[in-house]
């Protein structure tokens, strides 16, 4: 069990940051911006080649494994960018883009004078994210077989292996619900995550739950709780 | 409150570390010298809460436009003509969800901090804060005191945690005192935050 995949209703915790900016510090754009760019680049997308050396696969899979697998006090310890600024320089090196002695080095050099940014580089690179950007990366293929629910059906939600990943919230699990809606066509996921489930095309389910039933006892009056789940994640309801 | 050790020079290194990544990602040939500052211009001018404030405004002012977004919700922002399009990155499926008298709506994601990037741009630090995602999931009432608004027992509260690949917003309701606005009027009130439910959109005397 992971505590990163069962953050929903976790107590004890502080008030809420009322923080509304999305950068609280200037140097957190830049590894969004870098992280952003390497989706773009990504090898597995459908978009026309470009000059850039990357050449391996990163998507929102990738960062949240990085994410998922960290010690759960280190998850708490960081500020969001922190954990993008760890995952993502670790991908580079692991990859063999840069080495753990350059990155190093040139973040002395760093601490000691102004950075000099190098200049350079191929606008086909830039036209590519931007085009990444306005048409994304669509997940939604034609189904191949029937939604195996229809909506107003009572559901079981699995309790599949915990591995590096997952999309099911860790509250949800063995929990009864209501499919409210099933989308339209079928859906993949980044990549496969195994004995989880997901990753192939499968319909999609927004699924509505009595929060009584997730915290009995313990939640609040004249609430709904909804979750969009892949149907790998649902079972019949057990007859009762 | 905080409750880890951290080194004192922390944010000078945090910021050391990204430029010399950044650094060696253009030496390296894998992305340019404004690879960064041109995706952070397309999120400042192209890609943000400006889009939805517009989606909000005309369902305000055009009940016909307001059902198309509840019912399909990507058929409404295709007729916004956005400059992106409004389906690109993050928004590829987007759904809204309309708060009435009797019911408000609460976007959350408890796994990470899915968004709709092409309308709303990019999260606020509080949705990306684990605190906010726990506890909005159990107690949204409370969570939503701590951000000033009051929603009381008789209203119904619908959270929608985006765990798969579609991107919730919320359309607020309209103020009070807003009859003679323009459409253009009435966007420039619209908040992310309003967007994302934990705010109402206020009238523009208060």
Known sequence: MKLQHYLGGLEGLDPISLETRVFVEAWEERIFGIHTAMMALSSQLDLEATPSTFNTEWTWADLRKGAESMNPFDYFKFRYYEKWLGGISAYFVAKGYITQIELDARTETFLTSAPVMPKGGDAAVDARVRKYLLIGDDPKRERSTQPRFAAGEAVCVADPKSVDHTRLPGHLRNKAGIIDSVYPDAYTYLCEIGPDGIGKAMPVYCVKFDPETLWPGNTEQNFTFYADLFEAYLEPAIAS | ?206
């Not at chain 2, 889009?51 to 005309?58: D, F, H, P, S």
């Not at chain 2, 009435?186 to 206020?202: Q, R």
Request: aromatic residues 8%; charged residues 25%; neutral net charge.
């Open chain 2, 1 to 206: 409150m905080q409750r880890f050790e951290y080194s004192t020079d922390r944010e000078t290194v945090n910021a050391a570390r990204v430029r010399a990544l950044e650094a060696l990602l253009i030496e390296k040939g894998v992305i340019t010298r404004e690879t960064v500052d041109k995706i952070m211009a397309i999120f400042a001018t192209e890609m943000g809460p400006f889009n939805g404030a517009k989606l909000v405004a005309k369902a305000w002012v055009d009940p016909a436009f307001k059902k198309i977004l509840a019912e399909d919700t990507m058929a409404a922002v295709e007729q916004m003509k956005f400059v992106t399009g409004g389906a690109g990155a993050e928004g590829e499926h987007m759904r809204a969800a309309i708060n009435t008298p009797e019911v408000h709506n609460l976007i959350i994601c408890t796994l990470c901090s899915c968004y709709p990037w092409p309308i709303l741009g990019l999260p606020p630090y509080w949705y990306k804060d684990p605190s906010f995602r726990a506890r909005a999931a159990r107690e949204p009432r409370k969570v939503l005191s701590e951000f000033g608004l009051n929603i009381g027992p008789e209203k119904e509260i619908r959270t929608w945690d985006s765990s798969a690949q579609i991107r919730w917003f919320v359309v607020p309701e309209r103020p009070a005192g807003t009859d003679t606005f323009s459409e253009e009027q009435l966007a420039a009130l619209v908040t992310p935050e309003s967007m994302m439910g934990v705010a109402i959109v206020k009238p523009p005397s208060t």
